[in-house]
Every structure is written in C-alpha cells, then in structure tokens.
C-alpha cells in the first residue's frame, strides 16, 4: 500500500536520504509511518517481500514523491524508472537538485521541471511550504524548523563528500543505458496512448442514448469484436462469390444441420437456383431431390478454413462479447442461428425463407 510520500534515490545516497528524512520529521512533524525510503529502516520493505514488487506497489498512490537528484541518481536505471513512473502517472514530483550537479546536467532528464536547490535556505523553505500543502499539513512552527534547516545545511557539506563516487561508465555500458531509457520512454508513450484510448471511451459511454449504442461502442474498442469482424468478413467474402442459392444451401447445411430439398411447387425460384448450382457442379442433388454440398469443388472447399475459424471464435468468446453483440444486434451470436447468418455473413440470405 503507498504512503503518503515516496522518497526516490539511489541507494549510494542512503546518508542523504536519511539526513533529509530526519527533516521532515523533525522540523516538519511529518510521522515516519507515512514515509517509504527503500534504504532506511522502519521505511522500507518487509522481510521476505520482492523488492520490484514491493517498489511497484509503494509508487501507485504517493501523494508526493521526493527525489535526490545526485550523479548516483542518474547513474541508476532503477531511479530513473521510479521518475518516469512519477511522471507516468501524473504524481507531484518534488525534485531536490544536489550538489555538484547544476541545472544544466539534468535539462535532459528535468526538462520544464521546477527543481529546489537542497543546499539553499530559502529554497528549502519554499519546498517545505508546497510539500505542506500537498499533504495537507499547517506547518505553523517555523522558528523550529528554521532551526532544524540551518542544522541541515550545516552537515550538509560533509554528508555529501561521504557519499560514494560515481564510477566511471564504459560506452557500451552508457549506450546500453540509452538504449533502455529510449524503451523505457516508448513504453510509457504507449502506456498514455492506452490511457487516451480508454478515456475515450468512457466519453462516449457517457454519451450513449442506449444499450444498443453502449454495445457497439464497446464492440469497437475490444480485441475480440475486431477478430470476430475480420473473421466475419473472411468468411462472408468466400460466401459471396458463390451464387446466393448455395450461400443458402451452405447455412442450411453447415449452420443449422439441415437438409435442403428442391420443392418447385412451393419455392419455384430456390428450385431452378437450385437446378443450375447442380449444373455447375457446387452442390449435389440425390433421387430424392435433397442436396448437399459439393465439398471437391474448389469456390466450396475455400470455405472450409474460415468456417473452421469462425466457429472455433465464436465457441470460444467471451461472455462478454456474446452479451454485447445480442445486445446490439438483437440476436444470437450462432452459427446454428439463420438471422446470423443473413445479417452477417451474407446479406443475399435476407431473401430467402427459412
């Protein structure tokens, strides 16, 4: 669960990070309770947890991250992924610049960022009164936390000269680096073309007259709507080029598991249909007038993938998409289901009878 303030920096820095951490609880009365810093004790993860995980969870909901931006800061991938987190998901980021780095060295990771100088007093002061804001605090005491600043900045020179040196990066390893902050930033790109997406699509939920309306706009932004479209289409074009009185003989058939016989008293137009597919070999015709595919001829056999296809689908669909599209359509997603058929896969089918 994340508290309320997330303290991102590099574990090389974990004397700063304590230093400053004692700040803000003694000269800021901010409990310690409400503070995660991966490096301090009482703050950071529980014996036996995942370390990413645990990372991953204690950067969702911060109301505020405060980052120590030092070389060892930028030396570390796993910083700066705590930052395009950060950034990712819009939290208030309280970058505190430390010495030697200059505003100049992280104009390409900061750009347009409000930085605070953690060695200058007034600065300080201003970060203490916005990070009091943001957490809702009064933050009334200021003789005691003057004094508690000034005691800060004193020990700030010496804390900052223990501080590990950044070791020398080899090129391979720097571009390899790049390299990963270049993924890193893609994704992040796609991550907010998600979010854009989804947001929407809550809009236009929101504007929905109806069910029918609400199912269609749903239908356009799932995965599966889009299969079961192409899947549609495949199999209705190879429906199509066939002449409408075998699309019709191939629903019968294949969808709803009946025979069709020729009956010239009762539909003249299905018999003599019927009559010229025999002729052109698509369907055959027995002694008793039933008819049945022609599975050798090729226009039938092209059926034969995306009928499997869509089948397989539509067996394996989700609840979901089943609910919507009835929802729509008013009807049942089915192959065994004769107005499926004519809506969706072949129009010609609305003419015939049933």
């Known amino acids: 669960m994340s508290k309320d303030i997330f303290i991102s920096h590099a574990v090389k820095d974990k004397d700063l990070a304590d230093a400053f951490v004692d700040l803000m609880v003694t000269a800021m009365g901010i409990s310690a309770e409400n503070i995660f810093c991966s490096s301090l004790e009482g703050m950071s993860i529980p014996t036996g947890a995942n370390f990413v995980d645990h990372i991953k969870a204690a950067i969702q909901k911060p109301k505020a991250v405060l980052a120590l931006i030092t070389p060892n800061y930028l030396a570390s991938q796993f910083c700066l992924c705590e930052l395009g987190a950060t950034w990712a998901m819009s939290h208030n980021l309280f970058p505190l610049l430390v010495e030697p780095l200059t505003f100049e060295d992280v104009r ?25 804001s ?3 605090l009064t933050g009334k005491n200021t003789a005691r936390w003057e004094s508690k600043r000034n005691v800060f ?4 020179p010496k804390i900052l000269k223990k501080l590990p040196s950044l070791e020398q990066v080899s090129t391979a390893a720097h571009a390899k ?10 994704s992040l790109a796609d991550q907010e073309e998600e979010l854009a997406e989804k947001n929407d699509l809550i809009a236009k939920l929101e504007k929905a007259k109806d069910k029918n309306e609400v199912a269609a706009i ?6 599966e709507a889009d299969q079961l479209d192409q899947l549609e289409t495949e199999f209705g074009t190879q429906l199509e080029s066939l002449p409408r009185h075998v699309s019709y003989v191939a629903c019968k058939e294949l969808g709803l598991h009946q025979r069709v016989k020729i009956d010239g008293f009762k539909d003249a137009d299905l018999a003599d249909g019927l009559e010229r597919a025999a002729g052109q070999k698509l369907i055959e015709i027995d002694d ?8 050798s001829h090729p226009l039938v056999k092209k059926m034969t ?20 599209f009835e929802a729509e359509h008013e009807t049942l997603l089915a ?3 004769s107005e499926y058929w004519a809506n969706r896969l072949d129009s010609r089918l609305q003419r015939m009878s049933f």
């Open 108 to 132: 390409g990771v900061l750009t347009g960022v409000q930085l605070t100088e953690i060695n200058s007093a007034t600065r300080l002061s201003e970060f203490r009164d916005q990070l009091n």
């Open 134 to 136: 943001t957490l809702g």
């Open 153 to 156: 900045l004193k020990g700030l």
């Open 177 to 186: 680096v790049v390299s990963e902050l270049d993924d890193a930033r893609q």
């Open 218 to 223: 749903k239908r356009a932004y799932s995965g």
């Open 288 to 295: 008793r007038g039933f008819c049945t595919l022609n599975d």
């Open 305 to 324: 993938k995306p009928l499997r296809a869509l089948k397989s689908f539509i067996e394996s669909a989700s609840i979901e998409l089943h609910n919507d």
């Open 335 to 337: 192959l065994d289901n």
